[in-house]
């Protein structure tokens, strides 16, 4: 990627990308007038699930994205739909190392997200999240761009406060099985807030409540995937413990227009903000839906409860909702209905394979 030939007279140039892009935007700028302010963006973690949605999203709204990942959990094929387009990059890099490249804004998304993916190479994670943080932050710092951080509802642990207001410290085991990934997030939000303070960077720290949708990893052990899979090859539908613990599930799209927001808010707004949908189910209950909308023979067996496994989760998003003007938009039903065609298709590709 980034050389293509030009021809002048009889002997071919290679044009650079940068040359390529100039020349585009300036044939849509002198046609219809340029409807957004392109940006120059970073995305790490942008192979991954979230990521790939976000780098979509951005290049949509015309900006120019440099996708870092150094494919842990992401998948090129996840962005291989984005590799023709010339506003497009990407960079194999592991975030625990510094990075250098000129942007105007940053998404830190970079760390394995499911608990068997995270807790696989614990150690590991741990530097994603607080290597990666530095690194990230330190960039920013350097070329003054404004940076968001890819925080998660494990900062309130296993909550006593339910809903989960931001105001609310947590209750995290220290020392446990998730903490690797807890307290890695935890200790990243510390250092946003300490080179806010310290540096005066502009910084965005959200709180994302359990996502899914298409392109979630298979086999990563995320509930949604996990059950959708399971029922669409009739296999037992695994629930750990009674299934009477809660969650609170926010589609894919909404995700992406929360963060693509809260990174447009005003300096002042540096969150921490809730981000996910309020909506709460029992694992139970999402079992049975699943069960119901694809017409499957499955079981359901019970395993043993991992431990830690939070017992209730719902994220309180008064503050989103004022701050932002934002809320999910998608149900549960429709977004599950469209994360099921997802893994329909991808299935089909394995048994043909
Ligand atoms: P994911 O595992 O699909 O994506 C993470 C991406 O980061 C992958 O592409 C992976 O290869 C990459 N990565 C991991 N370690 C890296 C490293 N050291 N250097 C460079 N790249 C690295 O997970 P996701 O669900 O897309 O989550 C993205 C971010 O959002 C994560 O930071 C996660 O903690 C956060 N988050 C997600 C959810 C959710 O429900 N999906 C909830 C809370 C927080
Ligand atoms: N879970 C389950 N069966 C599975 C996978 C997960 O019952 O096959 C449960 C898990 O124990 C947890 C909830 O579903 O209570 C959500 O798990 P996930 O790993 O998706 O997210 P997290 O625990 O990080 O919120």
Not at 48 to 68: A, Q
Not at 247 to 265: H, N, P, Q, T
Not at 321 to 347: C, D, N, Q
């Amino acid at each position: 990627m980034g050389i293509f030939p030009i021809t002048m007279g009889s002997i071919v140039y290679p044009k650079t990308l940068a040359e390529r892009i100039l020349t585009q935007r300036r044939s849509s700028a002198e046609g219809d007038e340029m409807k957004h302010t392109s940006k120059k963006i970073l995305v790490t973690g942008g192979g991954g699930f979230l990521g790939s949605h976000l780098c979509e999203r951005l290049l949509k709204d015309g900006h120019d994205v440099i996708c870092v990942d150094n494919f842990f959990t992401g998948t090129r094929r996840n962005i291989l739909h984005l590799m023709e387009n010339p506003y497009f990059e990407v960079i194999r890099h592991d975030v625990t190392f510094p990075l250098y490249v000129e942007v105007n804004e940053i998404y830190n998304l970079a760390c394995p997200a499911s608990p068997i993916h995270y807790q696989y190479n614990p150690v590991k994670t741990i530097k994603t999240s607080v290597h990666g943080a530095i690194n990230m932050l330190g960039l920013a710092k350097r070329i003054r761009a404004r940076i968001f951080q890819a925080s998660t509802s494990e900062i309130y642990g296993d909550p006593s406060v339910h809903p989960q207001p931001e105001g609310y410290w947590g209750h995290v085991n220290p020392i446990g099985l998730r903490s690797c990934y807890d307290e890695g997030k935890r200790c990243a939000e510390t250092l946003f807030f300490d080179y806010y303070r310290q540096h005066r960077l502009q910084i965005k720290v959200g709180r994302i409540f359990n996502t899914y949708g298409p392109k979630m990893h298979p086999n990563d052990g995320r509930v949604v995937s996990n059950f959708i899979v399971q029922a669409l090859q009739n296999q037992p539908i695994t629930i750990y413990g009674d299934g009477s613990q809660t969650r609170s599930f926010c589609y894919v799209d909404d995700l992406i227009e929360g963060i693509v927001r809260f990174m447009a808010s005003p300096d002042d707004f540096t969150g921490p903000v809730n981000l996910g949908n309020p909506t709460e189910f029992t694992i139970l209950e999402l079992a049975r839906r699943i069960l119901d909308l694809t017409g499957s023979r499955s079981e359901i067996v019970f395993r043993a409860l991992p431990s830690d496994d939070p017992q209730q989760r719902q994220p309180d998003i008064r503050l989103a909702r004022e701050r932002l003007g934002w809320e999910p938009r998608v149900p549960l039903a429709e977004g599950l209905a469209k994360t099921i065609a997802y893994f329909e298709a991808l299935l089909r590709g394995w048994n043909k394979g």
